[in-house]
């Protein structure tokens, strides 16, 4: 459960901006101050550890999104009790730092939910479609030539991670009229409704017109999609990555590209966050559609995004934690 709760005076400290209004945040502040708590707000990311540390040194709880949080930071910050991520992903944080400290970490998982399977169709119909192609064609006066099509009616669509986004983009791609293939070996519900087929990882690859990936980022799933796995798709099929960039060996699946092993390429998360490098093999390599990771970045999204923050908070200081992963 993490330290025990100081009662009232808890000086909340959010370090970095996560996109809500300062007519919202002033809300959460004097619903917070009502209570006998303080929040601190920053309206820009610290810049380095040592600024870090001056935030958050004397916070009992702090608010982060996705600015990484190294151990340093956390073991100088003496009276930081919980953390609560306006993120899914919390692998940015140095999590054995907070286990050693016994600081409670809460994550907002699923305030995205939507975005991100919207996001992940949105590369799907531009890769079958020539979307971004087509618009160049238009503006430089040439014609459809060489931009027919696919639908998407009727093709294997590959989920690999059929979680809660995984289930979302099932469900949009059904009705689309796609065949569901699924690497996860449990029983779903949806995947009842949908008719859903359960396939080992490597005959999902093998079966699948499109694949789409929503794991999570852990040492099971670094290189998940790698040199082995790219070989295994059709000629004609696609990837679209929208879950973490180390998920996917990114040389390798620039090389399969550019010798056209595979179709295209829809990116999302890169093994950095945004910018990336000009040398990264992915924006040069044939046939991808990059966007600078804004799967999750939905003005709605961000809304929801911040109740869960301050619920989370709420639920710890009335000692029924939630969203924990810590």
Same mark, same amino acid.
């Given at each position: 459960?993490?330290?025990?709760l100081?009662?009232?005076?808890?000086?909340i400290?959010?370090?970095?901006?996560?996109?809500?209004?300062?007519?919202?945040?002033?809300?959460y502040?004097?619903?917070?101050?009502?209570?006998? *708590?303080q929040?601190?707000? =920053?309206s820009?990311?610290?810049?380095?550890?040592?600024?870090?540390?001056?935030r958050v040194?004397?916070?009992?709880?702090l608010?982060?999104?996705?600015?990484?949080?190294?151990?340093k930071?956390?073991?100088?910050s003496?009276?930081?009790?919980?953390i609560s991520?306006?993120?899914?992903?919390?692998?940015?944080?140095?999590?054995?730092?907070?286990r050693?400290?016994?600081?409670?970490v809460s994550?907002?998982?699923? =305030?995205a939910?939507?975005?991100?399977?919207?996001?992940?169709?949105?590369l799907?119909?531009?890769?079958?479609?020539?979307?971004k192609?087509?618009?160049?064609?238009v503006?430089?006066?040439k014609t459809r030539k060489?931009?027919i099509?696919?639908?998407?009616f009727?093709?294997?669509f590959g989920?690999?991670?059929?979680?809660?986004i995984?289930q979302?983009?099932a469900?949009?791609a059904?009705a689309?009229?796609?065949?569901?293939l699924?690497?996860? *070996?449990?029983?779903?519900?949806?995947g009842?409704e949908?008719?859903?087929? =359960?396939?080992p990882i490597?005959?999902l690859?093998?079966n699948?017109?499109?694949?789409s990936?929503?794991?999570?980022l852990?040492?099971?799933?670094?290189d998940?999609?790698?040199?082995?796995?790219i070989a295994?798709?059709k000629?004609?099929?696609i990837?679209?990555?929208?879950?973490?960039g180390?998920?996917?060996?990114?040389?390798?699946?620039?090389?399969?590209l550019?010798?056209?092993?595979?179709a295209?390429?829809?990116?999302?998360?890169f093994e950095?966050?945004?910018?990336?490098?000009?040398?990264?093999p992915?924006?040069?390599?044939?046939?991808t559609?990059?966007?600078?990771?804004?799967?999750?970045a939905?003005e709605?999204?961000?809304?929801k995004?911040?109740?869960?923050?301050?619920?989370n908070?709420e639920?710890?200081?009335?000692e029924k934690?939630q969203?924990?992963?810590?």
């Amino acid at each position: 459960m993490g330290k025990i709760l100081g009662g009232d005076n808890m000086k909340i400290v959010m370090v970095e901006p996560i996109n809500i209004s300062m007519m919202k945040i002033e809300e959460y502040r004097q619903q917070l101050e009502a209570e006998g *708590h303080q929040l601190i707000a =920053y309206s820009s990311r610290a810049e380095n550890d040592q600024e870090m540390i001056k935030r958050v040194k004397e916070a009992d709880i702090l608010i982060i999104a996705n600015q990484p949080l190294s151990a340093k930071v956390i073991n100088a910050s003496k009276d930081l009790k919980m953390i609560s991520v306006a993120f899914t992903g919390f692998d940015h944080i140095a999590m054995e730092a907070c286990r050693e400290n016994d600081i409670l970490v809460s994550n907002s998982s699923g =305030y995205a939910n939507q975005a991100v399977a919207e996001l992940a169709f949105g590369l799907v119909i531009n890769l079958m479609r020539n979307i971004k192609d087509s618009d160049g064609a238009v503006r430089v006066g040439k014609t459809r030539k060489n931009l027919i099509g696919n639908e998407l009616f009727g093709k294997n669509f590959g989920i690999i991670g059929f979680g809660s986004i995984g289930q979302k983009t099932a469900k949009i791609a059904a009705a689309f009229g796609c065949n569901i293939l699924v690497d996860d *070996h449990k029983q779903h519900k949806l995947g009842e409704e949908l008719g859903v087929e =359960y396939l080992p990882i490597d005959k999902l690859m093998q079966n699948s017109d499109i694949v789409s990936l929503h794991v999570p980022l852990k040492d099971s799933t670094v290189d998940l999609i790698g040199v082995e796995e790219i070989a295994l798709m059709k000629k004609d099929a696609i990837l679209i990555n929208t879950a973490r960039g180390p998920v996917v060996n990114s040389e390798a699946l620039a090389e399969a590209l550019n010798n056209e092993k595979i179709a295209g390429a829809g990116i999302d998360v890169f093994e950095m966050e945004p910018p990336i490098p000009s040398d990264h093999p992915l924006l040069n390599a044939k046939n991808t559609i990059l966007t600078p990771h804004t799967a999750f970045a939905t003005e709605e999204a961000f809304i929801k995004r911040a109740e869960i923050v301050f619920d989370n908070i709420e639920a710890w200081l009335a000692e029924k934690p939630q969203n924990v992963v810590s």
